[in-house]
Every structure is written in C-alpha cells, then in structure tokens.
C-alpha cells in the first residue's frame, strides 16, 4: 500500500494519520462529542498537508470498535461517506486490537489484555498475542463487569494490562504482576501496520460492508452522526 487514511474516533481521543509519498502524517486531539464536527475538517486538512487526496488513497480504515457509540457511529459513518465519493475500499480496526499494537512498542513478543472504560461500570476487554510478526485473538472483544474480569485474571493471571481501565477503575482491577500500559490507545499511527496487515490478508470490505463493532444495544442515529455522514459524503465529491 503506497496512501492510507486511518481514524479512530472510539474514546475520548481523536487520532488521524495518513501514510503517503513515503512519510507519515498524524493528528492528535480531543474527541467525544466533538468528533462529529472536527473530524472531517481535520482530515482534510491532514490529506492536504500530506499532498494526497481522497482519490490518491488506496484505502480508508477506520477503528470499528468496541467504544463509544457515537464515536463509533461517527467514524463509520465518515469511512463509509469518504469512501462511496472517492470509489475506495474500507479496512475496518478491531479498536482493542490497536490500542494492544500502541502497547506492544516494537516488542517482537507479547501477550497483552486490552481493558478499556466502557462507562456504566463495565470494561471493553480482550486478550491478544502477537508472535511470529502478527496479532492473534485470544479472547474476542467482550464487554464485562471488573468483579467478572478479575475472576478470569484469577484463573490465568495476565502477563501484560493496558488501556483505560486501569486509570477508571485503580484498585477494583487485580492483575497481580503484570506489565502495565495505562497510557495505551486506539492512536492512528499504531493502526497504520494492522491496517497494511489486513489489506495483505484480503480484508478490504465495500464501504457498504464497513460496519462498526457493537457490545451494547443501540438503534436510534443521532442527528450529530446523520450529519456527519452527510458532510463526508459531501467532501468527497
């Protein structure tokens, strides 16, 4: 892959990176509620600063979660609208998944269990390992209590914890001996080599196909997230 758009819009945090003309490009600021009206502006502001545009890029990939449920709606909504205007195809990020890649920092080995504040006292957990120059699942993307988690952690106690949990929830999370990454997240950058991974493994998917990933229950779209994907459409014209 020569140009590639990646985004995550799942927590707090708002990360952008673009890969083109052999560097890379990255923006860093806050999210939550004020991703549906700054990503858009600040991707194109990336793209212009990278010499790229939409149409240059090979793929779009976006962090599918789990996470916020605007957050996630908005980030799928801005792929799926960059990528029907600009004919491309879409590499959604199991989120998790790139907040382990942050934490790994150029280890060759490492298992890691990922736990993120999922609010209403519950946690956005999995376990990966990465060996032999690629991710494994371990644990599938869950969505558990912290009395729940300790419990598996008590049967198999972990090697390495990172994420927002561990900041959320201090002493209620017992994880022993374990490396700890509290500072680890979805950022772009570490995105950037899962999303050349799936592009190598085939999976590329029809913007159509780029769906968000879901641990909680929710149908209503807000006016925010319709309006957002309006505006990607529209830029991408």
């Known amino acids: 892959m020569q140009s590639l758009l990646v985004f995550d819009t799942a927590t707090e945090h708002l990360s952008i990176a673009v890969a083109a003309h052999g560097r890379v490009l990255t923006h860093e600021s806050a999210g939550g509620a004020q991703a549906s009206a700054t990503l858009i502006p600040a991707i194109l502001a990336l793209l ?5 545009t939409l149409r240059e890029l090979d793929a779009i990939a ?3 979660g789990p996470g916020a449920f605007t957050g996630l709606r908005t980030a799928c909504s801005v792929a799926q609208g960059l990528a029907f205007g600009a004919n491309k195809p879409v590499l959604p ?10 934490a790994r920092a150029g280890r060759d080995a490492l298992r890691v269990w990922v736990a993120m504040d999922a609010r209403m006292d519950e946690i956005y957990a999995a376990q990966y390992e990465f ?3 690629a991710w494994s699942v371990v644990d599938a993307p869950m969505l558990i209590t912290p009395a729940a988690l300790n419990e598996r952690w008590q049967v198999q106690p972990p090697q390495f914890v990172a994420g927002s ?6 002493a209620r999370l017992v994880f022993g001996d374990a490396a700890l990454a509290p500072e680890a997240r979805p950022r ?25 990933l879901y641990l909680r229950d929710k149908v209503a ?9 309006r505006a990607a459409k529209e830029a991408a014209r």
């Open 93 to 102: 990020i199991d989120t998790l998944l790139a907040v382990a890649e942050d």
């Open 48 to 52: 212009a600063k990278a010499g790229v």
């Open 131 to 133: 060996a032999d120059a």
């Open 165 to 170: 949990a561990l900041a959320a929830f201090g």
């Open 188 to 212: 772009a950058g570490a995105m950037l080599p899962l999303a050349r991974a799936l592009w190598a493994r085939g999976g590329a998917v029809d913007a159509a196909h780029a769906l968000p």
């Open 62 to 64: 976006f962090g599918r």
């Open 221 to 229: 779209q807000t006016t925010l997230e319709r309006d957002a994907a």
